[in-house]
């Protein structure tokens, strides 16, 4: 007789754990606290992912409408754009179609998905916890973003480098622009607007770009509560909950994906009343954290360097006389 295990969050490292589960007829129970379809903050562009992580947990058809972008152009005021390719090119498209497309797969796989619901995410046997990022109350940080029209890019994915911020445009879906940016809280009385915080971080170009773009009414949301410090992950925790990855990587997704492909194995284990719970659990958390810890502290000892625009002299500086080790710095946090 097999075992049910039950997911709290369907996000991507839920889901996906879900679709997965299912497709190796494991009982698979998932409860989350929103709704699909429904908008995240999110720069809506994967890079690193692999084919086997894809083809693991069934998602080869659903990432198939993903446009592809091969490069990413680096931008700031009063300096030259910097362009590089990457070694594998990312995928583009909305979280609002992702999401809701696994929901749907996984419900049709014979999943028990239960929305609208919020669980306790206390540790407990058979219990994985899937609830994205842990919030901490004194975060200096907010996450915003909305789609537009009519807004031609320079390259398929452009980053745009302020004072203390950076925001992502990239194109997705039905010829929308997801504009998305990690900024400074905003003190009191200070616009909380997308366009407000661009104009704050020093980006009057791109708000002026933004400003004659069509945006979409709906689509904005925002984020705060976000630790880029969070250190050691609970037990049988995945995507977020274990560690965030600063969102300049756009590897926050793959993360999610991949630490639900690694362990698949274990969970199915527990189901099949193989390995005991607490063995399970230790599998997972060494599993991840040999396959993941490198790029979060790599990405998050780079993330400082795009943020403050002393720092980013020294890298156009590097640009410039070809010394800036792109491929390296990218192999290692991904
Ligand atoms: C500004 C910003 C830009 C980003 N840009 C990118 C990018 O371009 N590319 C990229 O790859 N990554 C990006 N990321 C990161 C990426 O969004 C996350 O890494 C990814 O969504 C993590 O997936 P997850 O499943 O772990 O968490 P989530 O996607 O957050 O899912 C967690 C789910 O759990 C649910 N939940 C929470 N608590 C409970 C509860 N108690 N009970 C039930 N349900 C619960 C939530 O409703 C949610 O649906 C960005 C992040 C930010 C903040």
Redesign the pocket.
């Known amino acids: 007789m097999l075992r049910t295990v039950e997911i ?8 996906s754990l879900g679709l997965g589960l299912r497709a190796r007829g494991i009982p698979v129970r998932l ?4 709704s699909y379809p429904r908008h ?8 690193g992912l692999d084919e086997q992580t894809s083809s693991r947990l069934q998602l080869r058809e659903l990432l198939k409408p993903a446009r592809p972008a091969r490069s990413v152009t680096w931008c700031e005021p009063g300096r030259p754009d910097m362009r590089h390719h990457f070694p594998h090119p990312a995928l583009c498209l909305s ?1 609002f179609n992702l ?1 809701a497309k696994m929901a749907e797969a996984f419900t049709a796989s014979g999943g028990d998905l239960r929305t609208q ?5 206390e540790p407990a046997e058979g219990r994985v916890i ?4 842990r919030p901490l109350a004194s975060s200096p940080w907010i ?3 909305q789609h537009f029209r009519s807004l031609p890019l320079h390259d398929a994915l452009e980053v745009h480098l302020g004072r203390g911020a950076y925001v ?1 445009l ?1 194109r997705v879906e039905d010829s929308l622009v997801n504009v ?3 900024f400074p809280r905003p003190r009191a009385g200070e616009s909380c607007s997308l366009t407000g915080r661009i104009r704050a971080v020093g980006l009057n170009d791109l708000a002026d770009r933004l400003q004659a773009a069509e945006s979409i009414e709906g689509t904005d949301c925002a ?1 705060a509560g ?1 630790n880029y410090a969070s250190k050691a992950m609970a037990p049988a925790s ?4 274990q560690g ?2 600063p ?1 300049f ?8 994906l991949q630490s639900a492909s690694a362990s698949l194995g274990h969970f199915e284990a527990w189901s099949r009343g193989l390995v005991p719970w607490t063995g399970t659990i230790a599998g997972v958390s060494r599993d991840l954290h040999r396959r993941f810890r490198r790029r979060i502290l790599v990405s998050r000892l780079i993330h400082p360097w795009l943020l403050d625009p002393g720092r980013r002299s020294l890298i156009h500086a590097l640009h410039r006389m070809g010394l800036l080790p792109f491929n390296t710095l990218y192999r290692l946090s991904h």
């Open positions: 709290i969050g369907g996000g991507l490292a839920g889901l409860i989350e606290s929103g995240r903050v999110c720069g809506e562009f994967i890079t979280r999401d619901q919020r669980c306790t995410a899937a609830c994205g990022r996450g915003l973003k992502g990239t998305c940016g990690l984020v976000l995945l995507g977020d909950q965030l990855i969102p990587t756009g590897h926050g997704m793959t993360i999610a």
